[in-house]
């Protein structure tokens, strides 16, 4: 089974400046979603782009998707204090299609 | 209010002891799934389930069990013979069932800790 992995682990940075995590994975998707989770809670769907798609918009965040590399990147521009969370990419399979596997998320600091 | 509830959010575990963890939704969705996370490991699953009655295991399901009698429940039993069961345990839906159909991401709920003492 693959297993995105986000990059980097941790960042830092201060408010009113752009966050960007990459998400890598290993076989052909279907679908790739962002998610985020603040401290002990559950997560909360941010995006989610499929296969045949390059770029997503919703609010401030932009996703792109190069299928070629097997990435995918998250921005957030104009962080706030309250972007403060993990963020975690999930991606299914090409054969299986009913499997999300996710990353070990990178966890996200925005310095008011 | 549409979403996912599970319960309770705190639970502790004697050893030896199994313990049910519930989830409920009220988004009519066919599809419902237990993921557990341990800290620097991401999220792995346990058990999804695309229709009522039918369940398929998902990475690390030995130790648990689950079962789909409503499509709005879909309860998870922690077993003894799940060795390490200290963890955080989310539950959740999607419109993707067993039929497929579009998919447009999971909701979540917000999980239950669960420690053994």
């Known amino acids: 089974s693959q297993q995105g992995e986000e990059d980097p682990q941790a960042l830092s940075i201060q408010e009113g400046e752009n966050a960007t995590m990459n998400c890598s994975y290993k076989?052909?998707?279907?679908?790739l979603q962002w998610y985020r989770q603040n401290s002990g809670r559950g997560l909360v769907h941010l995006i989610l782009?499929?296969?045949?798609?390059r770029e997503k918009h919703s609010g401030r965040l932009r996703v792109t998707l190069d299928t070629s590399k097997k990435s995918s990147s998250l921005l957030i521009t104009a962080s706030r204090a309250a972007d403060t969370a993990s963020y975690f990419c999930?991606?299914?399979?090409?054969?299986?299609?009913?499997?999300?596997?996710f990353g070990t998320g990178t966890s996200l600091t925005v310095i008011p | 209010d549409g979403g996912i509830t599970q319960s309770p959010k705190y639970l502790f575990r004697k050893e030896g002891q199994n313990v049910t963890l519930s989830c409920e939704q009220n988004?009519?969705?066919?599809?419902m799934y237990w993921y557990r996370q341990d800290p620097g490991q991401g999220l792995r699953l346990i058990y999804y389930?695309?229709?009522?009655?039918?369940?398929q295991k998902g990475d690390i399901a030995e130790g648990y069990s689950v079962s789909r009698e409503k499509k709005e429940s879909f309860p998870l039993t922690v077993t003894s013979a799940q060795k390490n069961p200290t963890a955080f345990y989310l539950c959740?839906?999607?419109?993707?069932?067993?039929?497929?159909?579009?998919?447009?991401?999971?909701?979540f709920g917000s999980g239950t800790r669960l420690t053994v003492v």
């Open positions: 959740a839906s999607s419109t993707r069932g067993h039929t497929g159909g579009i998919f447009y991401g999971y909701t």
């Open positions: 076989t052909s998707i279907n679908n």
């Open positions: 782009i499929r296969s045949n798609e």
């Open positions: 999930a991606t299914d399979e090409t054969d299986t299609g009913n499997q999300f596997y």
């Open positions: 988004l009519n969705h066919d599809a």
């Open positions: 389930s695309q229709i009522v009655n039918d369940f």
